[in-house]
């Protein structure tokens, strides 16, 4: 048995919309019930501390995996009261997964915290690994070298057009997909919310809602086999 973070946004706010943003459930439920089912002990961080906004798709609320996880006192329970990440030590685990929602990419970058643990996890040769907006928490991370984590490896993440096909892509502070190709990520992609991952050297990502649970049993994997 391993343990894991499972790790979310504390950003509320979709840029300039004035809408409400978060950690998206179904891309934190479904690795759940993975890592859970293989054995694997699941703890939530998120920036700030406390219980993190949550975003529910349309469509998404017939959905027997985010029903389980809503409905599931001790998960919320949980949920409720965070850690912050400043408070969380990377010894302790063995992997870290970065759950997407829009939330994803105000908070996660930014983060100094989330950016030691990833690095902490990896340098003693544990797993990162995120989906969908998740990966902006890869963005910046520098290794003990100096080398941007994502250069040279092949990485998925929200596509330019999934974000177009949105409307949103003058509301993000960037383009995640630009971005990880610009710190030297090859970036690896399928047709639009078609489920696509990658997994290059211990970092494991998704490109989309659809490749949450997969990418968790990519990690499931590698952990088996570390």
Request: hydrophobic share 40%; net charge negative.
């Amino acid at each position: 048995m391993a343990r894991i973070l499972l790790a979310v946004s504390s950003h509320d706010v979709l840029g300039n919309t004035g809408d409400p943003t978060g950690y998206s459930v179904s891309e934190a439920a479904h690795p759940y019930r993975v890592f859970v089912d293989a054995g694997h002990e699941v703890e939530f961080v998120s920036v700030k501390g406390g219980e993190p906004p949550a975003v529910v798709f349309d469509g998404e609320e017939n959905d027997p995996e985010v029903q389980a996880f809503l409905v599931d006192e001790t998960i919320q329970a949980k949920l409720r009261a965070t850690r912050p990440a400043s408070r969380v030590r990377s010894d302790d685990y063995a992997a870290i997964f970065y759950a997407g929602g829009h939330g994803a990419m105000w908070d996660f970058p930014t983060s100094p915290d989330f950016a030691r643990i990833a690095i902490g996890i990896y340098e003693r040769g544990g797993v990162v690994s995120a989906v969908c907006h998740g990966p902006a928490a890869l963005v910046d991370l520098r290794l003990a070298d100096g080398s941007y984590l994502v250069a040279g490896k092949r990485v998925s993440s929200f596509t330019n057009e999934e974000e177009h096909s949105l409307g949103l892509v003058d509301v993000m502070p960037f383009l995640l997909e630009d971005r990880l190709r610009e710190r030297g990520a090859l970036h690896a992609k399928s047709d639009n919310f078609v489920a696509h991952t990658s997994n290059d050297n211990r970092v494991i990502t998704g490109q989309n809602p659809a490749s949450a649970a997969l990418v968790a049993e990519l990690v499931v994997r590698e952990l088996k086999n570390s």
